[in-house]
């Protein structure tokens, strides 16, 4: 690619990048959120049309100045292919039906028992272990992945775009996806990676690409990177800086569980931030509705501060000092055609000074709206912008001005950086670990091990329903929390 | 504090986006676009019947507009609209489908008569007693549906529907039994004392103070929905379902009181219409208020002031139609295609502007 040029009315999202893949190369391409990383990639699949600049495969012009019909459709016949974050795959159907759809050479009379045997070849030949006759709602997301690339595989892919592959995969599947990628360079292909996750692009990558502003601020090989170089580059601040945690004794008991939903029992105390790692859908999402009172209770005892609030409503909960932030951005800790102001106020209406008897007290609303947005450093026109305008980092800040702001006595936090880039993703867990400073306690749920590893003074396990006893920093062992993690212990 | 976006390091630049007002300023643009183009589209049907379309909107326009009494005619046909869609864009905003007016009108009217015709007292007394009766039978009727929606989850797009039927079969029952005219030969209740009716708003003509009424209503619903902590669960529970989980704000709340207000707004309408335009409960009086009160809610955008012209303009059309009907030999149905039409494009204008923001 060269020079590509693409702009969005003012916005420069690409000025004039180069990326070069050659043959058996795995090329990482970082940046944050808006660096130009997914504009740079559509360009090259055939989504959007630069506004100038030229896309080379195989010595063939796919676009320049005289050709400008480079479509996805294209792009796949001259060997590109593209594994989106969000999967392009029928639930319903079978493993070898969606590898059918919409496939040229699937031929008008479909014979699955032909595609079924290629895709089990493939299967063997890069070790991806995808069964063709598996329904894909009953697999893993890992295992979905693997199905897209076969996909893109049997459609003659010779350069794979891997879309921030890594965000939703547990410990053990991001290392089996690294082994595909090497087995793929084994046999002739090319990747790029894209990612925000320095560890695993120094690990998997020959070279990488990083992006900053829409321009290339580095191009290094592996074996002359560091974290810190690479991190610079990204963000142009130092992020190697580590994260501050003043040592101090916790207090008393913030939160005791006791048998919630038959067998979890903790604490959380004072100044203490419990963290609990564990893949998705091992029933972090039910524990925390639970304890701030979405959903209620099937069994068990929650106190916070020596109160019993297992029979509280949200609204009690959150008066009795308790700030939740949820997992899901788009629906649920925020309303993105919503405002900030009513964003930021809407938790907290019921209580003066939002609340005037039955009115909802507009300036003030307004008023903490900008006092929080200065304090958390949100970047807007207005508090009358809707959220859905911001950057998920900008978004993230609303939450979280909204949480802890009220300065609650505990945080519930599930995956608070999730989707967040580098530079956002630390400014959420140095407020976090401001919280604690100041005597708060924090229970902070992650699949991201490194965060967990890094945050908690006490870390526990969460694993088909069940919490592992909380293990303090000093005396973690990280293998024993991968084998738990994995379901293996 | 308030940096511009490129300052920053981040690179995302947040695209200008239009704030309440001038929100409202597109709709309103989007909604006269549609109703400019559905007069245009609706040409072509009176062009191949052989008719002018020029001459059949201008005795439409006279019909409408032609007299004091044709626009105290067309302000009374808008009135009933004003009102039910107020009530549905409450719902709409709240994420609740309310296609039930026809029925809550029904059994609004129905109670209103028969307090009008029962009660005794001061006249003054009896008019805001009936009314009340209205608003109370549109309240339950639209009430009953939520209760099935929340203890049975039987969508409410369908029990308001049905309930329908069962309310407009409930006033022909009630007026070819007790509350009937006896020796009418038509389904109609006496006629009620003149002194229970509402009052015109001014003398010599047959605007009724319902307009007034109405007018005071959409107001209010603004500043509910806008200003109250009750409208901000509505927009909330509309807005993301889970979000108003996370809120702590009661869906089966949300849904049993905005049905209720809805419902006997509704109601409201019923007993407005028995009680100042028919003087009596005459059977399908209620016809077709229900849905063109979806069509006027649409039209707004389900924005209760806009509510207002929306209805207006359909009170109007409507009220013309005869017009065009006598003096030219177009169809009044035509009108019918015309709402249609506008709701269509306006829909349309919504999708493409969201669309095109999105890119």
Known sequence: ?489 | MLLPDSVGQSTQVAQPVPDRTSERARSALRAVIAVLLAFLVTSVPILLSGKSPLVAYWSLIGGAFGSLDHIAFALNKSTPYVLIAVGIALCFRAGIINIGGEGQVAVGGLATSWFALNAGGPAFLVMILALAGGVAAGAAWAGLAAAIRLTRGVHEVLSTLLLNFIGVLVVSAALNGAMGEPGAGFPQSPLFDESVCLPKLFTGSDLHVGLAIAVIVAVGAQILLWRTRFGFRLRLLGGSRSAADYAGVSFAGGVMSVMLLSGGLAGLAGGIEVLGVHYRLIEGFSQGFGFTAVAVALLAAADPLAVVPAALFFGFLQAGALAMQREVGVPSSLVFVIQGLSIVFALCAMGLDRRRRRV
């Open chain 1, 1 to 489: 690619m060269h020079g590509i040029v693409k702009n969005y009315g003012a916005v420069r999202a690409n000025r004039g990048i180069d990326l070069i893949v050659g043959e058996r190369r795995v090329v990482g391409l970082l940046g944050e959120n808006g660096s130009g990383k997914s504009t740079l990639m559509k360009v090259l699949f055939g989504m959007i049309r630069p506004d100038s600049g030229r896309v080379v495969f195989e010595g063939k012009a796919l676009l320049d100045h005289a050709r400008v019909d480079h479509t996805p459709r294209r792009a796949i016949a001259a060997g590109i292919g593209m594994i989106h974050q969000h999967f392009t795959l029928v639930d319903a159907m079978t493993v070898t039906e969606n590898v059918m759809l919409g496939w040229d050479q699937a031929g008008v009379v479909l014979r699955p028992a032909a595609i079924a045997r290629r895709i089990e070849e493939a299967s063997r030949t890069y070790s991806l272990a995808v069964n063709p006759g598996d329904v894909v709602a009953k697999l893993s997301f890992g295992q979905r992945q693997r199905v897209e690339i076969v996909k893109a595989i049997l459609r003659g892919s010779k350069l794979l775009i891997l879309d921030e592959p890594t965000s939703n995969l547990s410990p053990p599947e991001v290392a089996g996806l690294l082994g595909v990628i090497r087995r793929l360079r084994e046999q002739g292909h090319s990747v790029v990676f894209i990612s925000h996750k320095l560890s695993e692009v120094m690990e998997i990558c020959d070279e990488v690409v990083v992006l900053r502003d829409g321009a290339v601020s580095g191009h290094v090989q592996i074996a002359d990177a560091t974290r810190e170089s690479l991190a610079r580059m990204m963000v142009e601040r130092d992020l190697s800086a580590p994260i501050q945690r003043r040592d101090h004794t916790s207090g008393a008991a913030v939160l005791t569980v006791e048998g919630l939903s038959g067998n979890i029992s903790f604490t959380v105390r004072a100044g203490e931030i419990l963290a609990v790692a564990g893949v998705d859908g091992n029933g972090q999402q039910e524990l925390l509705d639970n304890l701030a009172g979405v959903t209620p209770a099937r069994a068990g005892r929650i106190r916070l501060n020596g109160i019993d609030i297992t029979r509280m409503n949200v609204r009690q909960r959150l008066e009795a000092g308790l700030a939740y932030i949820p997992v899901d951005r788009a629906g649920t800790s925020l309303v993105p055609g919503f405002t900030i102001a009513d964003n930021m106020a809407m938790r907290d209406i019921n209580r003066p000074p939002l609340a005037f008897g039955p009115f909802l007290n507009a300036s003030a609303v307004r008023e903490m709206t900008r006092t929080r947005m200065a304090a958390f450093d949100i970047r807007a026109s207005s508090p009358d912008v809707p959220a859905s305008s911001l950057s998920g980092g900008n978004q993230q800040k609303i939450v979280l001005a909204r949480e802890i702001g009220r300065q609650p006595k505990l945080l519930l936090a599930f995956q608070p950086t999730w989707g967040l880039d580098p530079g956002a993703a630390r400014f959420v867990l140095d407020q976090i670990l401001l919280l604690r400073d100041a005597g708060a306690a924090v229970l902070y749920v992650s699949a991201e091990l490194e965060e967990v590893m890094t945050l908690g003074d006490r870390i526990a396990v969460m694993s088909g329903g069940r919490l592992s006893s909380p293990v303090p920093r000093r005396s973690v062992d990280v293998t024993q929390i991968g084998m738990l993690m994995a379901g293996a212990a």
